[in-house]
């Protein structure tokens, strides 16, 4: 189907269903249970999964698959911001105009990063992508938005003023982010049954459609020639050379398309909230989507989605967990217990989210080499070797040890 | 048996859920069953504390945190009241808001304007939050009071200090107590032309963005008004942490007061550095050398050690004020926390107050009409004197500190001493000033949203 | 004149952490291959090595002075320091102002310790990972580390004062007719970085011990075939670049007040340093340490930033790229070391 072979086709409509069912999926219990502190179907979490879904995708085409570790990743996504929430003030609140002009200044800036970049390989690339994007943040935080020449709007964030020109703006359209007068914030359907509450909002949706297409195109650009190439480009470098191919605009392609995801991400996040904050570029939010990628499986398709789906829910779930909620959870213990309780879990939740983080991203790495996506597949093979003894490893999904350096 | 209510948009979803194998769901959306977001249905009402948790400001976050929390129980009844018993208005019953019990959520803004909105979004979105309360930093406030306008809900400023918060950021759902930028140097000025004397020439160290630069010129501006000269203002990036290369060039350029317009560790650290390089013992133009650091918290005080003895600034409120509700404040806080409360964990539990007192004087939790009962507020009792809430720009109008590091501290909480209290009247300003956006800002319109 | 050569003292001092970090880094880079996202952790650790000390000898046990009373108003409970106590206030006061050099002695031991636990329960099983699983869990690491810190010592900086002695400021230029005044402290803190550097490329040069690491740099493969056990070795040596990070974050609390994120703000900076010395180079990271900190210190005078506005902040990363566009490897690096 669509040009894929039954394998991947089943892989996008699993996909296709998880990314659709979001709001019943993420949602699993009932809105007055203890238990619905975990709950991650409200609209602007679903949101950022799908967002930084297409962002840790567009990272793993550079790195999946041709093991050039961009950390300056964030800058792409932070300029696709900047340029959308320009869109909102110069234009109009409709998204098309500004998704499509992220991508396009995403992309003139990934060619101009990237053809220097790519000059150097190993972590020399590394140092010199974290270095244009730790430049472009230090600049919008602070120079760019001086108020002779504001750019960015530095630490508080560019947005949208009642005073801005917005040309095309007419009467009867929504003063937010929409599409031909969908709101991106409003939810066309709520629904409540029993004790459970969904919602189906519009950004969403418009977020899960993007994705899906940009997936499909991940599919079909892993499968093709370039995307050989590509995977030529990560195993052995010297040997390409030797063939008398030249490598170089095949990374530079690769990064280009995957600064173009970045950038269309950055413009779906003005798009679904219009601000566009310098943080966004700072290297830890290119860190983050190297721990995406690495923590869902590199080189795999599915792996980061299903790291930034993981992060994104620490950040958001278990950061707003505190003293209170645990007490209520462990109210069935007798007093003492319930005490003791709270002060083991106290640490590792609320303000130690990050310390929960951590103790995973050591975990994961530690007993699944692959990721995610590895540990899925730990768990479908013993499924699977109950049932029958039909276990064909895809070597998509067992990403291969690069030798280290000192051996 | 189900209730089966169907009032939407369009029938073609109800066919589609119902088609999704529902079997008689209740449903409706939220511009029906709601008169404004979030409107508290049940018997319980939420707020929410959004807060910096991780990040540099953590401390002051957690603080923050726990005098929301000593708020809520206030609220409820429970505990002695602390301030409930001082406010001058007794709207207020200890029953809860308007009968409904106050139950609240967290979330860490981890001193991010995107993280901060998240965070906001996903206690409007989720838990049904009817406000958002808190924060650490100007930029976090203006990004989050932005979302509350366009949500429909009430944003109350924790320690927010840039002028643009109510100035050309001003929002109609958006309210601050906290003091800003002007008020320091129209209150410190005065004191620091009494001190110091008229004829100083200010070096002005400002951290590059936006709260030190509106601080930056405040100061300059009412301290040049008083005949102070300013010899120079240099930017310094905010990841710095060693000011060494900074604070040598002041050495030599012939200035005789050293401003600080840094927060936080930033603060600590160009103190401590200033102090390392001898400025405090050096004597220029025949004065002894000073510095000045316009705005104080009690966490910085502390990080910064014996660095801050004698050293100015101002404050929003300190815990060794002397009236009745400040008192009952740090009393009450004290007892359940075993140390004084902070300025910010003062504006932040002051603020649910006032909230919940504009909702049982309004009769409404509906955001416009919280609005109309908070617009021109006067009040007492509180902290800071008679305060009053300007319609004009959501800023709260009192009296502003100005402290200096304790010489002699008898304890670990006794780092700052208050110099003087500046009446309100000093530092009040038209709300069109142009340090405010001039003619152009605007509230705009309230929102009530859904 | 004088403002020029306090800049460099500046850049020197700036420079003396950067090298002392990125000597660590290559180090364990060099000798075990692993890229140690760790490491800035491994220098707060050593800051709130000092920290702790401190407050171990500030233990105090309580008095209660009816005569002052305590925020709330009930009698003050005043503090004497167990030191106190028992040496008399005078030696007492005298061995909790001099904590932060007294700190090196604890230091040393404490992270040669965590540096054996983590390469022995941690790094070794990464030895044959892609990179990237290397940076991914010394990341977690390095998170863990500072949330722990976070948790028993909060967000706020703390002070850890130089002893009274070295307290004050010297003029360096006296005897040349400059005004040249400059914090002790600082001055200490850049010879004690000398002496570091000059002990590790000591050991590495003139002891039999470093010069089978130095072969097993170049060829870990062969130096193994010769029948040396160069694993033990390697343990030792990222216990020693551990005990480098730790000295170099004991001795920097006086400088910038310790906090839990201090590890990550220099993180960054000491990779940027390392690459620009040349990956597996040691000079190559003291020198462009050093190159840096003075960079960076003379891109922030007014003089600089008036030039060129933000020129301050983006100084740094401005020099890594011009460097690594002129020279491949940076400034001494060797071929093929972290280019695949």
Known sequence: MLGLNSKDTMLLIVVAFLALAAPFLLNPFPTNSSLAQFNAGYPDLMQRFAIFGIFAIGFNILFGLTGYLSFGHAAFLGVGSYAAVWMFKLLSYNVIPAIILAVIVAGLFSVLIGYVSLRRSGIYFSILTLAFAQMSFALAYSVLSNPKFNLTNGETGLQVYGDDPQILHREGLPDVPHLFGWAMRDNFLELEVAGWEFTFNNGYYLCAVILLVVFYLAIRLFRSPFGLMLRAVKSNQQRLNYTGLNPKPYTLAAFIISGMYAGLAGGLLAAMDPLAGAERMQWTASGEVVLMTILGGAGTLIGPVLGAGFIKYFENIFSKINDNVLHQWFAFLPDGMEDFMVFIVHPFVGKGWHLTLGILFMLVVTFLPGGLVEGGQRIARLFRRRGKKTDTPDPEHHPKETPHVAE | MSKYNVTRRGALKTGAAAGAGLALPTIFTASSAHAFTNEPTGSTVTLGFNVPQSGPYADEGADELRAQQLAVEHLNGEGDGGMLNTFSSKALDGTGILGKKVTFVTGDTQTKSDAARASAKSMIEKDGAIMVNGGSSSGVAVAVQGLCQEAGIIFMAGLTHANDTTGKDRKANGFRHFFNAYMSGAALAPVLANAYGKERRAYHLTADYNWGWTQQESIQASTEALGWETVENVLTPLASTDFSSYIAPVLNSGADVLVLNHYGGNMVNSLTNAVQFGLRDKMVNGKQFEIVVPLYSELMAAGAGENIKGVLGSMNWNWQLTDEGSKAFVKSFGEKYGRPPSNSAHTCYAQVLLYADAVARAGSFAPCAVVEALEGFEFDGLGNGPTLYRAEDHQCFKDVLVVKGAENPTNEYDTLEVVEVTPRAQVEYPPNHPMFGGDEASLGECNDGA | ?340
């Open chain 3, 1 to 340: 004149m004088d403002a020029i050569l306090l800049q460099i003292l500046n850049g020197l001092d700036k420079g003396s952490a950067y090298a002392l970090i990125a000597l660590g880094l290559t180090l364990i880079f060099g000798t075990l291959g692993v890229v140690n996202f760790a490491h800035g952790a491994l220098f707060m650790l050593g800051a709130f090595c000092a920290v702790t000390l401190q407050r171990l000898l500030s233990l105090s046990f309580e008095t209660i002075d009816e005569t002052k009373t305590d925020f709330l108003g009930n009698p003050l409970k005043v503090k004497t320091p167990y030191v106190e106590g028992w040496f008399g206030p005078e030696v007492g006061g005298a061995i909790i102002d001099w904590a932060v050099p007294l700190s090196i002695l604890v230091a040393i031991p404490i992270m040669i310790g965590i540096g054996f636990a983590m390469e022995r329960g941690l790094i070794k099983h990464f030895y044959k990972r892609p990179h990237a699983d290397q940076i991914l869990v010394t990341f977690g690491l390095a998170i863990v580390l500072q949330e722990v810190i976070k948790y028993f010592f909060g967000a706020n900086p703390i002070q850890t004062p130089p002893p009274d002695a070295l307290l004050g400021v010297v003029n360096l230029g006296s005897w040349l007719g400059l005004d040249l005044p400059y914090p002790i402290w600082r001055l200490v803190y850049f010879l004690f970085a000398i002496v570091v550097i000059g002990g590790v490329f000591s050991f590495l040069q003139f002891t039999t011990f470093g010069m089978v690491v130095r072969a097993g740099m170049a060829d870990r493969e062969t130096v193994g075939l010769l029948g040396i056990d160069i694993d033990r070795r390697f343990t030792i040596m990222f216990g020693l670049a551990a005990a480098v990070a730790g000295l170099a974050g004991v001795m920097y609390g006086p400088i910038v007040a310790p906090n839990y994120h201090m590890g990550m703000d220099f993180l960054v900076l000491s990779f940027v340093v390392v690459v620009v010395g040349g990956m597996g180079s040691l000079p190559g990271a003291v020198l462009a340490g050093f190159m840096l900190g003075i960079l960076e210190s003379f891109a922030s005078t007014t003089w600089a930033t008036t030039t060129l506005p933000g020129i301050n902040q983006i100084i740094i990363y401005l020099v890594a790229i011009i460097v690594l566009l002129t020279r491949p490897r940076g400034l001494m690096g060797r071929k093929g070391v972290m280019e695949e």
